[in-house]
């Protein structure tokens, strides 16, 4: 038998032997198997690249905004919450110019809910039947207001109060927060005595206010 013949009979029974020693030796074969099919690790996204994995689904957005919702209005947990969520930066419409106006001048030194209360008034009001149908009509209507100036609210100064005034009036129109006054269609400041035969809904800040 030739040199390249011996090496070929012991190579091949040599590989015989390791067939049987792993077959009967469990333990050896999973290490074999282990090792073969060690696992592949992930390739790094290129720079830039955003995953499929990584994109946000509507659905989950969806599901969170609903836990902050309460009927057609968010929930904000405070009325100081709801009012410095509001925007003061659009462009207002007259409705929103009005109430905010009204809401200045006549409540501007008063606690949040006492200015809100102010604007539920003018709102009870535009859905009385007994005054104008509009938030302008009812701030502008003649005898009502003391700070009305020919039939129309004066310009107001863009200060912090103003602000203000227009995130509770945001807020009176969404309907996002149920004023302590919620049915009053009247209100005078404390040290007035007006003589009303009326039912007093609630007493806010510097104001008392009726239905």
Wanted: hydrophobic share 45%; net charge negative; glycine share 8%.
């Amino acid at each position: 038998m030739s040199f390249a013949n011996r090496v070929a009979t012991c190579a091949t029974m040599i590989l015989t032997a390791a067939a049987i020693i792993g077959a009967g030796t469990p333990g050896f074969a999973q290490q074999l198997d282990r090792a073969i099919n060690a696992p592949v690790v992930a390739s790094v996204p290129e720079a830039g690249v955003v995953q499929a994995a990584d994109i946000t689904d509507p659905t989950t957005l969806e599901d969170t905004s609903d836990t902050l919702q309460d009927g057609d209005t968010v929930a904000y947990g405070t009325l100081d919450a709801a009012v410095a969520a509001q925007s003061v930066l659009d462009d207002m419409g007259d409705e929103l110019q009005c109430m905010a106006g009204a809401i200045y001048f006549e409540a501007k030194g008063e606690p949040l809910s006492g200015q809100l209360a102010v604007a539920e008034v003018i709102l009870n009001r535009t859905k009385s039947g007994n005054f104008p149908k509009s938030v302008c009509s009812v701030v502008t209507q003649r005898g009502q207001f003391s700070f009305v100036r020919g039939g129309h609210v004066p310009s107001v100064p863009s200060n912090r109060q103003y602000r203000t005034a227009i995130a509770v009036a945001r807020v009176a129109l969404a309907d996002s927060w149920d004023s302590p006054a919620s049915d009053a269609m009247y209100f005078h400041a404390r040290q007035v005595t007006p003589g009303w035969h009326r039912q007093q809904v609630a007493s806010i800040g510097n104001h008392i206010f009726y239905r």
